[in-house]
C-alpha cells in the first residue's frame, strides 16, 4: 500500500514513523524534514496548494493520504483528493469546520444537547461585545473564529488584564478579520485541568487513544508567553494522574455524539478528531476540537500503538474501524526550542542533534520547524524537535526524555519541567483543591 502524509512537521514525522514498516511511504512537505526525507519518497512543496498535492498524489498511485496539519483541510485538500480517487485519513473541508468554525462547533453542541458545552457567544460589533461584558462578571476567553495558526486566542488573567482588556481584543479580532471571518467568538474561562483526547473515526465509530496534557507555557513553572507546546505526558492505563475512568468516558461519549451530529450537520467525519477539555468541578468541558492530532500529544501516543498504523488507516478509509489497541506505557515529550522562543532571533541557526546517542538512550526523535540543508539541521523560528521516551511510570519516561535532551547542540532550550514528579503532583493537587 501507498501512503501520503501531507505535511512537514513533527506530528506527521510522528505519523510517517508509524507507517514506515508497513507501507511504501510518500510525503508532501513545505521544507525538508530531516527524519522523513530519511524514510520516504517527497516532494518539497506549499501543503496549502491543494491541487499540486493531488496531482503528486496521482503520479505516485498513492492509495492513501493522511492529512497533518489543519490549514490545508481547511482549503479543502480532501475533497480535492477523493475527486481524483485518492481516499483520505482526514475529514473534508465541511466537516473540518469542527475546527475551521467556532461558531459551527458551538452551535453543534447547542442543536444537538450534547453535553460539555460552556457560556459562549459569536459577536460582529464592538457595541455588542461591550454590552455583554458589562453584564457578565466572571473571566472570559476571547478567539477568533477561524483559523489563525494557534496565535489567535487570548485568555483573561493570561494574556489579557481584564475584561476591559478583552473588549479591546475583540474589536481588533472584529475589525482585523482575523482567521478569516469579520466575527469574535467570547467563551466563559473555565477553572480546571486541561487533557487531551484524540480519537480515530471512519465517519461512525470512534476509537480514543490515551488521554494526554499539554505544557502551553514557555517556561518552567507554567510561566511565560502561550506557545504551540512545550511538552506533553501520558500515562499508564491511559488515563492521567488527575484524570479518572468516569471523566474519560465522559469525554469520549462527548467526542462520540459530535461524530454523529458532524455526520447529520455537515459529512461523515474521516480521519483525526481531537478533543481538548477542561476537567471543571462539573466534569469535563470541551475547550476546543482540532481536526487532527495534536502536536505534541501525537508524539505521545503513536509510538505506543500496537495496532499498525497502515491497518487503522485502511479501517478508517473502509468505514470498518474497531478498536486500536496501544502498549500499556507512560510516555514524555519534551519539545526543544530556540532560544527566545516564541521570538525568532535564531532562526537560520545551525544545531546538532546525536540521534544514534538518543535513540541508544530508548528515545525517540521527532523533527519540526528544521530545515535540512547541505551543511546540516537549520532552525527556523519555531519549535525544533520534540524528544519522546516512554516507560513504566511517567517518572521512568521523564527521567529517560531529559538525559536525551542533553544530546541536542545549539542555542536552544527545552522545559526541564514536564513530567516530573513535582509537576505532576501539582496538576493533581490543583485538581483536589477544584473539587473540594
Ligand atoms: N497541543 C495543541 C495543538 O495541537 O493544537
Redesign the pocket.
Known sequence: MKVLVVGTGAREHAIADALKDDVDLYCYMSKINPGMSKIAEFRQGDEGEVEKVAEYALENDIDIAFIGPEAPLGKGIVDELQKNGIPCVGPTQSAARIETDKSFMRKLFEDYEIEGSLVYKVFDNSKDVSEFLDEFDRDVVVKPVGLTG?KGVKIVGDHLKDNEEAKEYSCEVIDNVMGGFAQVIIEERLIGEEF?IQAFCDGEHLAPMPAAQ?HPHAFEGDVGAIT??MG?YSDVGGLLPFLTQDDYDKAVAIMQETLKAIAKEAEPYKGIL?G?FMLTADGPKLIEY?ARF????AMNVLPLLKTPLADVCKAIVDGNLDSVEFEDKASVCKYIVPDGYPETEHAGELIEVDEAAIEKMGAKVFYAAVSQEDDGIHLSGSRALGIVASGESIEEAEKIAEKACEFVKGNVYHRSDVGTADLVAKRVEHMKEILN
Do not use: A, K, R, V
Not at 294 to 297: A, F, L, M, N, Q
Open positions: 494557534g487531551t499539554d504551540g507546546g506533553s481531537y481538548q482540532n495534536g502536536d505534541p500529544e
